[in-house]
């Protein structure tokens, strides 16, 4: 199981970024999928997930109403739109799965979505002006 994250870079605050984690050698339409980040000097923390099934979504607090997790299962794709970042969201940003977990609350609030199994290698987030 192989993923692999990009579109991070360096975007000024306000402005908008849109992560992709792809998968290689597996259908992630079957998979829950979560995005999580590290910010520097930091723990690694979930930031959003996405159900396989229905598609439900949950999202950490900060992010709400500023980020969006959406999924194309035709492109064996999930999606994190970042919208109005803040310097606080400058971050190493990862997607991650496992084929026994869900996604729920937890996987953002808790480290419970750190237990996931298989990890993307990280994609660098840095909004400064």
């Known amino acids: 199981v192989q993923l692999q994250a990009s579109g991070g870079g360096l975007v000024q605050p306000g402005g908008s970024l849109r992560l992709s984690c792809v998968a290689s050698d597996f259908a992630l339409n079957y998979y829950a999928i979560g995005w999580f980040r590290q910010p520097p000097g930091k723990e690694r923390e979930g930031v959003s997930c996405?159900?396989?099934?229905?598609?439900?979504?949950h999202y950490k607090d900060s992010v709400k109403g500023r980020f969006t997790i959406s999924r194309d299962n035709r492109r064996n794709t999930v999606y994190l739109q970042m919208d109005s970042l803040k310097p606080e969201d400058t971050a190493v940003y990862y997607c991650?799965?496992?084929?026994?977990?869900?996604?729920?609350?937890?996987?953002?609030?808790?480290?419970?979505?750190?237990?996931?199994?298989?990890w993307g290698q990280g994609t660098q987030v840095t909004v400064s002006s």
């Open positions: 996405i159900l396989s099934s229905d598609r439900s979504t």
């Open positions: 991650a799965t496992d084929p026994t977990a869900g996604c729920g609350p937890p996987v953002v609030t808790t480290r419970l979505g750190l237990l996931y199994k298989y």
